[in-house]
């Protein structure tokens, strides 16, 4: 097997991508993919029945490495939210799973204090469903849930997704793989502002690029040579956590939401496609994402996101 070096050095001893997994790949892994992770979500993200101590063992040896680094949150009681170094994104930006994920070095502690409110809060989302997958028995680990993912829009605009998310509900008869666009709404900005990202997902599900020097045909039909083929085979749906106000606030954004759905025709049409919901992040976190607790864009009675 073939690894990226570290630097002009070779890969510390220990940290050799293999079938079985060890505890520090799989911490760097997470702090790859995820930019940034408390020791509480990691401990809950890798080892939920394990003792604290076995991941912050590791984690401080990872640090002695130069391979990590935390910042401490304010009011948190010295709670450390760890982050990959420079040395550590080139160490991982080659491993198979994380193959083209762009690293997005954070390359000090005051950098990533500015990037930690919605960081965790979009890692606390996924804990959510990664809980939720293990008591159900379905397939959602650490490496299903991607952040910061964007795809291209015309005239060179894109829309960026707080993630997506690969959920497999695992029945007594089939397998059934689900998408999911993740927008993570902390309520720091205007209501209005959020709904318009619906506009976005709806110009993704429509945007067909034209070969250079062809003239733009009509379209036959929504879909037909999108874009978002190449990395989807169905347009996944998209699911708005909100979090951050009370429930007065976070249910009136909800409202906002339908309203933008009822009311643009391009997120009109692409709802009669693709299921659109909302809920709050602390419902999430008490009942489970598979109860019914998401509010459907479209109108009707709360119900879990995989029957949206």
């Known amino acids: 097997m073939t690894t990226a070096p570290l630097s002009a050095r070779s890969e510390p001893s220990g940290l050799v991508p ?3 997994e060890p505890l520090p790949h799989q911490l760097l892994a997470a702090l790859a993919q995820h930019r940034m992770a408390t020791t509480s979500q990691l401990h809950t993200l890798l080892r939920p029945h394990a003792t604290r101590q076995t991941l912050s063992n590791p984690l401080n040896r990872l640090r002695i490495r130069g391979l990590l680094d935390y910042t401490v949150l ?3 009681n010295r709670s450390r939210a760890w982050f990959l170094t420079p040395d550590g994104a080139r160490l991982t930006r080659d491993w198979p799973a994380l193959r083209g994920r762009p690293p997005y070095p954070i390359t000090s502690a005051t950098a990533a204090s500015l ?3 919605h960081t965790l809060t979009v890692v606390r989302s996924h804990l959510a469903f990664v809980a939720d997958a293990r008591r159900r028995g379905d397939e959602h680990g650490h490496l299903d849930w991607t952040p910061e993912i964007s795809h291209p829009l015309s005239d060179g605009e894109k829309v960026i997704a707080d993630a997506v998310m690969h959920y497999t509900l695992a029945g007594s008869e089939q397998r059934t793989k689900l998408r999911a666009f993740i ?7 205007g209501s209005e ?3 318009a990202k619906l506009i976005e997902y709806a110009r993704l599900w429509s945007y067909e ?3 250079i020097g062809r003239a733009r045909s009509r379209r036959q039909q929504a879909g037909a040579g999108a874009a978002w083929l190449r990395w989807y085979p169905v347009f996944p749906r998209v699911l708005f956590i909100l979090t951050g106000a009370t429930p007065h606030v976070l249910a009136n954004r909800i409202s906002d939401l339908q309203a933008m759905t009822e009311q643009h025709p391009l997120v009109a049409a692409l709802a009669r496609e693709v299921p659109l919901g909302a809920a709050v992040l602390d419902d999430l976190e008490t009942h489970g994402p598979t109860a019914p607790r998401w509010v459907p864009l479209t109108g ?3 119900r879990p996101w995989t029957e949206l």
Request: hydrophobic content about 25%.
């Open 18 to 20: 293999s079938p079985v």
């Open 74 to 76: 304010p009011q948190s």
């Open 115 to 117: 990037r930690t409110p």
């Open 183 to 189: 927008e993570v709404d902390r309520a720091t900005m």
């Open 193 to 195: 502002r959020l709904a």
């Open 209 to 211: 690029p034209q070969p």
């Open 300 to 302: 009707g009675e709360p």
